[in-house]
């Protein structure tokens, strides 16, 4: 298995842009994560979905923040319009049972400048 | 208030000189405690999931216990490679199933 696959690594934008990041779970995985992680702040829970549905968002900033999970292989997270203080690296994660271990992506970097 | 405290942040040790790594929560109702290791540029790799108190899990050159309150991580004789930033994260029956808190992590550094 080729682990959980984010897409892009690296994203630069300007202040405003709408961005998109992408992820592919495990195959059979039924729950998939979002985090960001900061200097300042760790690595935080934005929202995580169990069979394609969400279930707990608490974690979203504000509304300029949206998930989707359209099918069990694929998810995306949205931010529109972006701002500079959204610096992070954004990964995804998916397991198989809440109890167990995580497998996390690579990981997106992403500079709104 | 952090549910999870990491100490310390940051561990330097000569190659062979073993340590351990301190996790305390605050939470009640435990569900499970993790480790994950994270190297620079990557995501964090699973290392133990811990149950109840007084478990313990051993993986190469890593030990990890777990106690009412606090969960160490022991390092025996460890090597350059092992230099890396260890997380434990807590996940408890008062959150959402699947939720974990993560610490803010431990720095490790191995010099030969």
């Known amino acids: 298995d080729a682990g959980v696959i984010q897409s892009p690594r690296h994203e630069v934008t300007e202040m405003g842009q709408e961005v998109t990041l992408r992820c592919k779970p495990i195959s059979g995985h039924d729950y998939l994560f979002w985090y960001r992680q900061t200097m300042m702040r760790g690595l935080e829970l934005l929202i995580y979905?169990?069979?394609?549905?969400?279930?707990?968002d608490s974690g979203m900033p504000e509304d300029r923040f949206s998930a989707k999970m359209p099918n069990a292989s694929f998810s995306t997270l949205k931010i529109q319009p972006s701002e500079p203080r959204d610096s992070a690296v954004y990964f995804c994660a998916s397991s198989h049972r809440p109890g167990s271990g995580y497998t996390f992506g690579s990981g997106t970097r992403l500079t709104v400048v | 208030e952090d549910q999870v405290t990491q100490s310390p942040e940051a561990l330097r040790l000569q190659e062979g000189e073993s340590s351990s790594l301190n996790c305390s929560y605050t939470v009640s109702g435990l569900r499970g405690l993790f480790w994950y290791r994270q190297d620079p540029g990557k995501g964090p790799e699973f290392l133990f999931t811990l149950y109840s108190a007084g478990e313990e899990k051993e993986k190469e050159r890593l030990k990890a216990t777990l106690t009412k309150k606090e969960s160490f991580l022991h390092i025996t004789a460890p090597k350059p490679e092992d230099s890396a930033t260890y997380l434990c994260a807590v996940l408890y029956r008062g959150s959402t199933l699947g939720r974990l808190y993560f610490g803010r992590g431990t720095q490790l550094t191995v010099w030969p």
């Open positions: 979905f169990n069979n394609n549905v969400p279930i707990d």
